[in-house]
């Protein structure tokens, strides 16, 4: 099944998607926004929305090393095109987010289904209570990064990873597994969940251990896996460990180590998106990811020497 058309805001179980393919917009152009326009232009029409106008060609290096080029519409968030989307993606930074929605409400429908792809957890609670349409979350581990050198406007596909998407209710459970049907036609692997809460939990653990790292020591992710990395990676993974017990996240199925070298693994050539952050001077998300690890760990009386270090060391 492919996405279609607008969701009522008050079907939450059992609506079905009409049948006319309708545009999809994707708000902020940094890398997980390309690579989600990159790939569902394949599918669908999108439109690529920053504060400045997008470029207007983009090309997408994929993990194999092919070469995709292709013109993608953009606008900005003062121009936005006349007509409305059939969904919204919002791809900004987690610090971004509720900017970006204060500076797009009323000017789309409000039951416009809304799609939030932000690490952490803290703005997904805030907009799933907030906008009045249905509010999916969406956790990726696929590897990208920008490459905008003056002679091409590119986004590199540095690893392959995997999505969920969500209600953080379970609501919804149509419209997830339509997203998910078309992300998937589009080459990006996803899966519609009913337990998006603690696959963003299990996310946090991952951005965690490896974001803070390489942004500092300005590595590439597969480097974590060499001493004396690996050993900094297993002093925060016993950290997070305590903290999610705590919190009564389950474990996930290949455990934490396993979780978090998975993704090491098949994102050993990217750049992660704080180091991306912490290279062109620009805020990180590190509020975003260890600030709930940290508040969770103080609430539990749990000590994270590890997690403090990296958060007084990261911008
Ligand atoms: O999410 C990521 C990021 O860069 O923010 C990972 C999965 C760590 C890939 O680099």
Redesign the pocket.
Known sequence: MSLTTNYPAHAPHGHQAPSEPLSQWIVGPGAVGRILAMHLARQVPVTLIGRREPPARLTLTTPEGERERRALPGATLLTLPPTPPAILHLTTKAHGAEAAIAALTGRVPAATPLVLWQ?GFGVQETLTRSWPGPVLCAS??E?AFVDDTPEQQAVVHAGH?RTVIGHLDGAYPELAGSLANTFSAAGLACEAVDNIRVRLWH?LA??AA??PLVARFRIR?GQLRDRPFRLMVEAVISELVTIMAAEGIPTPPDGWLGLVWG?VEA?AN?R???LQDVLAGRPTESDAILGPLCAAARRHGIATPALDTLWAATP
């Open positions: 690490n990726t581990t590897g990873g996310k991952v951005n490896i974001n992710n993704v994102t990217n992660a998106s704080m």
